[in-house]
């Protein structure tokens, strides 16, 4: 291992101030005034991942052919200094790459350890590593991508396992202090400290980001450790930071436990996740969309399509639905939905509040599995309805072009089968209202208002209507060729 080379303190320092100038501010006196029991208490709990995995080795990773030079060639002596100081790397072929993360006991009866599935992903050999410096061989029960959680399991027998518990992660509050213990940079157990910097952060690394945020130092080598409360209890599992450099800079985030506890009871469990499904498409509720739909509010999750064959493919949940409620907990923003349905019982019958053209629905469903619908959506499906087109001629609207939705259209723009009505957007002007939102030609408007339309006349027909009634914004349905729904507002009153 390279020599660690240790910055000192600059040499110019500021000037001394006398000690009766110093006010022990308050929030210091009620900081732990050492965490050295907690550590030693908790510390033979956490154990160091070690990973192993053969790969092929690249065309890189071959010696380098000294090239042929002619007799006499001025570059000769500085090709036999380079070439016969290359390190001899051997003949190319398989290889094998280790890579080090962190873990920690959460069952010492059954030996189960929980760390990232980052940490053991596509690995051929898993150790873990006690703070004695004892090795024992880990099974990978399961691991789920989406979450970024892996459940190991070693003998309990192999050497004595010392657990530690799960605490409440909703209970953390802004500002407490916490304590992450791990593997940084492969050194063995480091403990850091810090405080809670932000709860409930999105960092778009999966679909069910609700991280929390700590300026305790987290490095590489870390992922997979836990983040304990001043209990001793893990409120998170240590995964990922933002570091321009590769070393903390004070932002690191952990799994919270609420969410990890769920997906780890599967793992063990089936050695695979059955999370609840809607079987919905969504998107967000703009303050354009709020307005079109007489919300008073932005908030929610807009339902842009139904899934067909999913479970509520039956009609329950219509496309322009706006989902502010699952099972009596609020839907603030649409990416609180797909975590909150995700984490509820296949099979279980819930409560759904939807605004439905202005007014306020409960209805019930009865949630599918997640698993069941991803293998749905890959194989796909034809709709076998049909639905022939008005014959209307084209009207010109916010710089769309609009004509109907006939087999000359469909050939001109390879619209699918699975659009079944509607009107298309043959053209649209650069720099209007349309193009602003990402209308193309070739899309189709298959509702306006949440009515669904056939031909151009009826959507002229609609803005009438929402003018009549002072409406600013026009809530439009569009399908792209594919069938894919998205919805968009188009300014009217200017």
């Known amino acids: 291992m390279a020599a660690l080379s240790v910055a000192t303190i600059a040499a110019t320092a500021p000037a001394l101030v006398p000690q009766a100038s110093f006010v022990t501010p308050a929030y210091a006196q009620n900081g732990p005034v050492s965490l050295a029991d907690l550590s030693e208490r908790l510390i033979d709990s956490v154990v160091n991942i070690s990973t192993s995995q053969t790969v ?7 010696n380098v052919p000294r090239p042929q030079l002619p007799d006499g060639s001025p570059f000769q002596e500085f090709f036999d200094e380079f070439f016969n100081n290359q390190p001899n790397r051997g ?12 873990g920690f006991v959460l069952d010492a009866e059954e030996g189960i350890i929980i760390t990232n599935n980052h940490v ?5 050999e898993v150790v873990a590593n006690f703070n004695d410096g004892s090795r024992v061989d880990a099974e990978i029960i399961g691991r789920d991508p989406k979450t970024d ?10 050497h004595p396992l010392k657990a530690v518990s799960f605490g409440d992660s909703d209970a953390m509050r802004v500002g407490d202090w916490v304590l992450a213990i791990g593997n940084p940079f492969g050194l063995g157990g480091t403990v850091t400290t810090g405080i809670v910097s932000a709860i409930g952060r999105d960092i778009q690394s999966g679909p069910y980001d609700n991280f929390i945020q700590t300026d305790a130092a987290i490095n590489r080598g870390n992922s997979g450790g836990p983040l304990f409360n001043m209990d001793g209890e893990v409120i998170g599992i240590n995964t990922a930071i933002i570091s321009p450099s590769g070393g903390s800079i004070g932002i690191g985030f952990s799994i919270p436990s609420e969410l990890a506890m769920n997906v780890i009871d599967q ?3 089936f050695g695979e996740t059955r999370r609840g499904w809607l079987g919905v498409r969504i998107q967000p509720v703009t303050d354009d969309i709020a307005e079109s739909l007489a919300m008073d509010e932005a908030k929610g999750a807009l339902v842009a399509g139904v899934i067909e064959g999913g479970p509520v493919d039956d009609g329950t949940i219509q496309p322009g639905d706006v989902i502010v409620a699952f099972d009596g907990k609020e839907i603030d923003e649409m990416r609180d939905l797909p975590r909150i349905v995700a984490e509820s019982p296949v099979g279980k019958a819930v409560d759904v509040d939807v605004i439905r053209k202005g007014k306020k629905e409960t209805l019930k469903v009865t949630l599918g599995r997640l698993e069941d619908g991803e293998k749905l959506a890959s194989a796909g499906g034809d709709s076998d309805e049909s639905e022939s087109a008005e014959e209307s001629s084209s009207v010109e609207l916010f710089g769309m072009t609009l004509s109907a939705l006939d087999d000359a259209a469909r050939e001109t723009f390879e619209i699918g089968d699975d659009v079944t009505g509607g009107v298309v957007i043959t053209n649209v002007e650069d720099g209007s209202a349309a193009a602003s939102k990402g209308v193309s ?3 189709v408007i298959v509702e306006i208002a949440q009515e669904a339309v056939k031909s151009p006349e009826d959507i002229s027909a609609a ?3 929402l003018k009549d009634e002072d409406r600013k914004n026009a809530l439009l349905m569009i399908a792209d060729k594919d069938g894919n729904l998205r919805f968009v507002t188009i300014r009217i009153d200017g």
């Open 149 to 158: 959680i892996a459940v190991l399991k070693v003998d309990p027998k192999a």
């Open 441 to 443: 030609a070739g899309q």
């Open 56 to 62: 092929e080795s690249s065309p890189g990773d071959r």
């Open 91 to 102: 003949p190319s072929g398989p290889r094998k790459v280790q890579s080090l993360g962190s």
């Open 267 to 269: 793992l063990r469990e």
């Open 120 to 124: 053991i992903a596509d690995a051929d």
């Open 463 to 465: 803005i009438d209507n």
